[in-house]
């Protein structure tokens, strides 16, 4: 550039565009002159100015005359971008092959956009292809991170492989970038299924939150409740995907053993009419227990918010007959007092216990036995308890024999009642308190010599004894009470015999 031309102050041309652009639609010469008249310089750099501004304004008149055509120039898809569409619309349509043909193409163009792959990627997954597809989606996240949507496209594609830790290895990281329902609801199903618990139920709760109306969360995040002892919010939970319409006989089956360790056996018992009905079934959402004395066609009833109505009802619509179906009612009748149903289930099912419950059922099932007053085959079945698992039900042998002494003696039968008095001493002769009621039992009794002899084995085991001054007492009684009676007269000596001599 020639050094001795002037320089030209550019932010100036530009003020005087913008003061001459009113004058942009005016034909040619027109221009040309107001710009000569109104440029009072008239050196070099006036000139260049205004032949400066009558190029810029000659420009925009010309832009201006065509702006339509240009429009449509510019809505016009490049190249690249009709691949794209036309792809995009194969794949759309179902046409999967055309689709991974034409996005391919625009993929490997020099102005290929993430959306491309994107959308290629989905179209490997419609065609079956989720190898290509995981592929085409970790590109697009090796690029941009925090790509919301190849995220949950690819842990979509791990989820159904049951690749759980993949998918949260995906899918946490995007929680920073956005927090919705697909991502929270991916990760609490990988998590439960990694029986990591705790976290499934944290994202289960986030995702119900954003969308409550998915009735296979309320399910899962109570199986989660249920299996952490947390009863009554698994029954809200089974209950909510009850209500959206999810309905299954194992479904049924959870909710009874929820409402079950929450004690609610037989909920608030009602009287209800069912003509022809039948005990031990269910009607509408009554279960019918037993008939109402005197009355035809009339029954207490069970309503379906208690733990029996939902086994009962998991058993007719056709569960699969387990032992523990039909173990878990008649626990429900048993912890219900209703003893002489829940004898009657307990010795119909005994065949058919799995040995690993065979311990814990012959427990439950010798409570129904004392419940009916079958003593002996109450400490019979507990018997078997123990022998099957020693450590969890030998404990319980001394109650066992206590409570069958209690219910003697509450009868009146002495007898009986000291003699489990005597096997709970047996099975556990060192507990103090057992020899105290053994003695009390004794001299109540009149058996006076075997009552101080446990009153001194109670003070022998325990020498501080609250009761020790009164127990010294009683053996002081009762032991001048049991000694042999002291001769008051002296015995008469015997007479030498006389000898006669000859």
């Known amino acids: ?38 440029t009072t310089n008239s050196t070099f750099t006036g000139t260049l100015t205004a032949l400066t501004l009558l190029a810029m304004l000659l420009g925009a008149s010309t832009a201006s005359g065509q702006p339509k055509k240009n429009a449509e ?32 193409q625009a993929v490997d163009a020099r102005d290929a956009k993430t959306s491309y792959r994107l959308y290629l990627a989905r179209a490997y997954r419609y065609a079956e292809k989720p190898g290509l597809a995981e592929a085409q989606l970790k590109m697009v996240l090796k690029s941009a991170p925090d790509h919301v949507e190849a995220g949950q496209l ?23 970038y956005r927090h919705d329902y697909t991502t929270y609801q991916l990760l609490a199903e990988a998590l439960y299924n990694l029986d990591q618990h705790k976290k499934a ?5 986030e995702a119900i939150k954003l969308n409550a109306k998915n009735a296979a969360d309320h399910y899962r995040l109570g199986n989660i409740h249920l299996a952490g002892n947390s009863f009554a919010l698994a029954v809200d939970s089974y209950q909510k995907a009850l209500g959206l319409n ?16 929450l004690r609610n056996y037989f909920g608030k018992v009602s009287v209800v009419t069912v003509k022809a009905g039948k005990t031990g079934t269910i009607d509408g959402n009554w279960y019918l227990i037993e008939p109402q004395p005197g009355k035809k066609d009339t029954f207490r009833a069970a309503p379906s918010n208690s733990a029996i109505y939902q086994v009962a009802r998991a058993i007719a619509d056709g569960i699969k007959d387990r032992p523990d179906i039909h173990f878990l009612k008649a626990n429900i009748y048993l912890n219900a007092r209703r003893y002489a149903r829940a004898y009657e289930m307990f010795a119909k099912i005994r065949k058919t ?32 308890a123990i022998k099957l698992d020693t450590a969890a039900y030998e404990p319980t042998l001394v109650e066992a024999y206590l409570k069958v002494a209690g219910q003697y003696n509450q009868a009146g039968d002495f007898t009986r009642y000291i003699e489990f008095l005597e096997k709970a001493v047996n099975a556990s002769p060192q507990t103090t308190s057992l020899h105290l ?11 006076y010599a075997k009552a101080v002899l446990q009153w001194r084995l109670v003070l022998d085991l325990e020498p501080d004894h609250p009761n020790r001054t009164k127990l010294l007492n009683l053996i002081s009684k009762y032991r001048r009470m049991t000694k042999p009676p002291t001769p008051t007269t002296k015995p008469a000596r015997r007479k030498k015999p006389v000898t006669k001599t000859a």
């Not at 139920?201 to 709760?205: F, I, L, S, T, V």
């Not at 999810?246 to 360790?261: E, I, M």
């Open 1 to 38: 550039m020639d050094k001795n031309l002037p320089a030209v102050n550019v932010a100036n041309i530009e003020n005087k565009y913008n003061k001459y652009k009113k004058y942009e639609n005016y034909p040619k010469p027109r221009i040309m002159e107001i710009i000569i008249m109104k």
């Open 73 to 104: 120039n510019n809505n016009k898809p490049t190249g690249t971008q009709k691949l794209f569409q036309d792809g995009r619309k194969a794949m759309l349509t179902g046409d999967y092959d055309a689709a991974i043909k034409l996005l391919k």
């Open 154 to 176: 690819l842990g979509q594609i791990f989820a159904e492989r049951k690749d759980w830790k993949n998918t949260v290895k995906i899918l946490e990281p995007l929680l920073k």
């Open 201 to 205: 139920r944290k994202y289960y709760q």
């Open 246 to 261: 999810l309905d299954s006989p194992v479904l049924r089956y959870k909710l009874g053993s929820a409402y079950f360790n």
């Open 353 to 384: 216990i799995p040995k690993e419950d065979k311990a814990l059922f012959f427990y439950y099932y010798s409570q129904a036995a004392f419940g009916i007053d079958k003593y002996d085959e109450y400490l019979e079945l507990l018997g078997e």
């Open 437 to 447: 009621n053994l003695g009390n039992a004794y001299q109540e009794a009149r058996q």
